[in-house]
């Protein structure tokens, strides 16, 4: 029988917190408030293209690195779907005020990180891609080392101790 170590699984989960804290400061070179702006900006886009109200569920099967060439599809043609994301609606969804994240979004614009425009909204810059193809192996091995974590104290079971 395995032993339940709800201490060490909350251990686990926090290293992996600030491991991606501090893969972001150094693979992006921004502050964790922008790390966010992107994202949710990200996600936003992610929705999209996995959930878009202008097709059939074709890409509900998608491999991570195939999303990238379809988000830049919506990123810079004529958006097809009509759910903008604004600065302000980022402002609301991460309780930031607008006008920081106003500046935050132009310095990711400068950095290429993010595309704005009043009329489409935000979306991914040409430089956002490169990067998160570095973090995202670092990120997904510190998610994988959590959930064997998880495996080894007894599961998901276990998990619904913790309070």
Not at 25 to 47: A, E, G, N, R, V
Not at 66 to 87: C, Q, R
Not at 127 to 147: G, M, R, Y
Request: contains cysteine.
């Amino acid at each position: 029988m395995t032993k339940y170590k709800g201490s060490e699984i909350i251990y686990h989960v926090l290293m992996h917190h600030i491991n991606h804290y501090q893969e972001v400061k150094k693979l992006f070179q921004i502050d964790y408030d922008s790390h966010m702006i992107l994202i949710t900006t990200y996600s936003h886009l992610l929705y999209e293209v996995l959930n878009p109200s202008y097709q059939k569920k074709d890409n509900e099967a998608l491999d991570w690195n195939e999303t990238f060439p379809i988000i830049k599809n919506l990123s810079h043609k004529e958006k097809k779907y009509k759910a903008k994301l604004s600065i302000y609606s980022i402002s609301r969804i991460l309780s930031i005020p607008r006008e920081s994240v106003r500046r935050k979004v132009m310095f990711l614009c400068k950095k290429k990180y993010l595309d704005y425009s009043i009329k489409r909204g935000l979306s991914l810059g040409e430089n956002f891609e490169p990067v998160a193809k570095k973090i995202a192996p670092k990120d997904l091995s510190a998610l994988s080392k959590v959930i064997k974590k998880v495996d080894e104290t007894g599961g998901v079971q276990n998990l619904k101790r913790i309070r």
